[in-house]
């Protein structure tokens, strides 16, 4: 065995940053376990095993096309006749490389999909996780390509280039209970190998290499998402946490109201609400009402009441927008039930196993002078800083059907908002630019 070391594998520091020149992203894992995947390279491979992000070869295979799969409870390189080639040894799977003779032509094929680096085959489960362990800044060539059009504002591709770059360096080791940094779908970035790439993403990501958002000499969390309406937001209205650098900003030059999903709407009936929150954990029985409690000084929705049969749920920052994802695409929305009972005040009472929706017409009131009804026109709530007033009703109400929900925006609505890249590129503005106006404070460092 002989270690090899490759064109561009190290690791870059400057000061607190951490930027490694190799991630490790997993393409087929868990449910999507492969239980054989056929391999291309056009001068063969090295095959060998990798230790984390390095690389000790141990055998040259010759065969341009190879099958990887399971055989006698051991990931196995066989040839297209089923004669192995190469298996693993020990826990570390197989890795191979491609044979290559320059390192921009460090590619290979995956059941005929084309991905840039190298590859790590190891057991999960009865299948094999497929990762790709490939350089950084050709990593987003992957992911560039897939969370922006090539057609867009060099500018705006430049800002998505560090941003990316940024997360991917932030969340090194996500997934590291299945071997590899980050995944190649939304929990993490898209990312689909060389399927999109064009020459705009290789200028963007090529003319920022090596730079990242920092704050204080320390890397930014730098979220993105579709677009964000009129105002970014504040991340302590979405995930609870206070972040200098992730606060509201104008996102003005993003025309929201011309833009896919950028207005949008949805309906969902009784029945698909009430199974929507009993599939997420919160049995309310069948859902009478759903209620915006608070909204962010940006007009976010940060505390929701559902209102069911049996009982009260009340939701609180993202989750707000993802219980219901199916119809609201941020938290920016408003919501209205198709019966006046929607508005109607409402007293709920149980007998200790069964919440019951009275209207305040309905209920006896215990006085100094003994009982009585409720005999106003108008109900009065607070909690000490906010006051509500519903209209009562002697006559029954009609119960809510379904519910209207709409809204502006697509995405968690923290830190850049692409399409207020695009505007801002389409402006004059340059990527650094962009991305100083969208992470307050921060700025763009150089650290290879």
Sequence with gaps: MFFCTLAGYKTFVSADVYVPSNIKVGLFYGSSAKTSVKITSERGYYAGVFNDRDFSEEKIIEDTDVIV???????????????VLYSESGNNGIGICPIYTDFWEERLEIDGSGYRGSLNFIKDGSGIAVINVVNMDQYLYGVVSREMSESWPLEALKAQAVCSRNYAAQNLGKHSSYGFDICANTHCQMYTGMSR??????????????????????????????????????VKYVWGNEVPYLISVDNSY??????????????????????????????????????????????????MRVTGNTAIKTLELEECRTVFGTVTKSQMF??????????????????????????PTQLELLTSSGRSEFSGESLYTTNGQYQKVYADSYEESSANTSFTFKGSGWGHGVGMSQYGAKGMAEAGYTYDEILTHYFSGAEVTTVY
Excluded: F, H
């Excluded at 011309?258 to 609400?273: D, H, M, Q, R």
């Design 69 to 83: 799969s399971i055989a006698e409870n051991q990931v196995v390189l066989s040839d297209l006749d089923g004669n």
């Design 197 to 234: 790439e064009a020459q705009s993403i290789y200028d963007a990501v090529d003319a920022t290499a090596g730079q990242v958002m920092t704050y204080n000499g320390e890397l930014c969390e730098c979220y993105y998402a579709a677009s964000m309406g009129s105002t970014t937001e504040n």
């Design 254 to 303: 993003e025309d929201t109201e011309n833009i896919p999903n950028g207005i949008w709407s949805g309906v969902l009936t009784v029945a698909e609400v009430s199974t929507i929150m009993r599939n997420r954990g919160y049995d309310v029985g069948d859902v009478q009402k759903i209620e915006v409690l608070e909204y962010s000084p940006e007009g976010r929705v940060i505390k």
């Design 334 to 359: 408003t919501v209205v039930g198709d019966g006046d009972a929607q508005g109607q005040a409402y007293v709920s009472v149980t007998d200790g196993s069964t919440l019951i929706r009275r209207r």
